[in-house]
C-alpha cells in the first residue's frame, strides 16, 4: 500500500480530508426531509462507503483484497460495528439539533478514546490529558444546558453516542493494531447496509427514497471515503499533535458551511453552543500540545 512520508504533502491532503468531510452537514441540510427517510439515507450512505472502499482495496491490493476480512477478528468486527453505530447516530443527531452541535460533540472523540482506552486497554492517562478531559465535559455541559427547543436533547445524545462509536473505532484499531483498517471501514458500512435494510423491512418501507436524496446519500457517503483515504495516507507523515488540529478543519468548516448565507442555509449557532465550542477547542488545543510534547505518530493504515 501506497506510504507518504513527506510531512509537505501530508499535510495539504490531511486538510483536503477534513474540509470534504466538512461538507457532510452541508449535504444532508440540502436533502429533503432527511428526518421523515433515516434508514433510506443509512442503507445509501453504507452501501456507498462498502462499494468505495473495497474498489479501493481492489486497486491498491489486487484481486486477494478480499483475504484482509478474514484477519479482522474480535477487534475489526467490534470496531465496524461501533462505527456503524456511530454513522446511524450522526443522521439521528444532525436531524434533530444544529450541525454545530453535531460537529462539537464529534469533536470529543479524542477524549472518549481516551477514557475507552484506559477503561478497557488499561492505557494510562496523564494528569495533563484529565485536565484537557474536565475542560471537555465543562463545554459538553454548557452545550447540554442550552439544548431546550423541542428534539434538540435528543439530537445531542445522538451526538455523544456518535462520537463514542467512533471512539469505539478507534480503540479497536489499537486493541489489536495488525487489524486491515479499511476492511474494518467497510464492515461498518456493510453494517449500516444490513441493519438498515432490516429495519426498512421491518417497517415495510421502500428501500430506496427520491432520486435527489438517494443522490445526495450516496454523496455523502463518497465524501466520507475519499476524506477517509486521503486522511489515511497523510496520517504516518504527521505527529499526532497536528492531526488533532488538521483534524478540526471539519468541524469549523462544518459549522461555516450550514451558517454562511450564500449557501442559502444560515443556521447561526446558539451562545451556549458557541461558549461550549470555545471549551472544546481550547482543550483539544492543549490536548494536541501535550500529544506533541510525547511525539506520538496515529495512522489509520
Same mark, same amino acid.
Given at each position: 500500500m501506497f506510504e507518504l512520508k513527506n510531512e509537505k504533502i501530508a499535510i495539504p491532503l490531511v486538510l483536503f480530508a477534513g474540509l470534504l468531510w466538512s461538507f457532510g452537514p452541508l449535504v444532508v441540510r440540502y436533502m429533503n426531509e432527511p428526518n421523515l427517510v433515516p434508514w433510506q439515507y443509512i442503507f445509501g450512505r453504507g452501501l456507498t462507503i462498502f462499494i468505495i472502499l473495497n474498489l479501493y482495496l481492489y486497486f491498491e491490493e489486487g484481486i486477494n483484497f478480499y483475504k484482509n476480512y478474514k484477519k479482522i477478528? #474480535?477487534?475489526?468486527?467490534?470496531?465496524?460495528?461501533?462505527l456503524g453505530i456511530a454513522m446511524i447516530s450522526f443522521i439521528y443527531s444532525i436531524t434533530?439539533?444544529?450541525a454545530a452541535i453535531t460537529l462539537l460533540c464529534l469533536a470529543a472523540m479524542p477524549f472518549f478514546t481516551a477514557l475507552l482506552a484506559f477503561l478497557f486497554l488499561k492505557e494510562r492517562i496523564s494528569l495533563n490529558v484529565w485536565v484537557s478531559i474536565f475542560i471537555a465535559t465543562i463545554g459538553i455541559v454548557i452545550m447540554a444546558i442550552g439544548n431546550t427547543? #423541542?428534539?434538540s436533547l435528543v439530537g445531542f445524545i445522538f451526538g455523544i453516542t456518535s462520537s463514542i462509536g467512533f471512539s469505539i473505532f478507534s480503540v479497536s484499531l489499537r486493541w489489536r493494531k495488525e487489524t486491515p483498517k479499511f476492511t474494518t471501514v467497510a464492515v461498518a458500512g456493510l453494517f449500516c447496509f444490513i441493519f438498515a435494510s432490516v429495519m426498512i423491512l421491518i417497517k415495510n418501507q421502500p428501500f430506496f427514497a427520491t432520486s435527489y436524496n438517494s443522490a445526495m446519500f450516496s454523496l455523502h457517503g463518497t465524501l466520507v471515503c475519499l476524506g477517509l483515504i486521503l486522511y489515511s495516507i497523510g496520517s504516518k507523515a504527521i505527529p499526532a499533535a497536528e492531526l488533532t488540529l488538521l483534524s478540526l478543519t471539519e468541524v469549523i468548516g462544518g459549522i461555516f458551511w450550514v451558517w454562511l448565507p450564500l449557501l442559502g442555509i444560515n443556521e447561526v449557532p446558539s451562545t451556549n453552543t458557541i461558549v461550549g465550542g470555545f471549551f472544546l477547542f481550547v482543550s483539544l488545543v492543549y490536548y494536541s500540545l501535550i500529544m506533541r510534547w510525547n511525539k506520538r505518530y496515529i495512522a489509520l493504515n
Open positions: 477478528g #474480535k477487534s475489526g468486527l467490534v470496531g465496524g460495528v461501533g434533530n439539533t444544529s427547543e #423541542k428534539n
